[in-house]
């Protein structure tokens, strides 16, 4: 029996058009989409004798970092390390 293969529910994929693509393929081809809502190739609007387009694939949807500390930025004026420390855990001094 063979393993069970983990699905990543966010991996995507891209257009990556051919040499002569369609103008369906060229109006996609930026546009990311959830590999399993992706469009089949060829397209349904292709009008070329034989499509060269694949897909690319991409771990998630997402292109770049999107929460601010992802990118540098500070919101709240912190840009430091997290000063907390982990080994004591609630407020009463039996707690730890």
Known sequence: MAPK?????????T??????ACA????????????RE???LPLK??????CECRYA????????PRRAHEMGVSIDGHGGQDQRVSAKRGRRKTDT
């Open 57 to 64: 694939h991409h771990d998630d949807r997402r292109k770049g």
């Open 15 to 20: 257009i990556a058009v051919g040499a002569q």
């Open 5 to 13: 293969r983990t699905v990543n529910p966010y991996h995507a994929v």
């Open 45 to 50: 609007a292709c009008d070329q004798a034989r």
């Open 24 to 35: 369906a393929a060229q109006g996609l081809q930026k546009k990311r989409f959830l590999s």
């Open 38 to 40: 992706a469009p089949v």
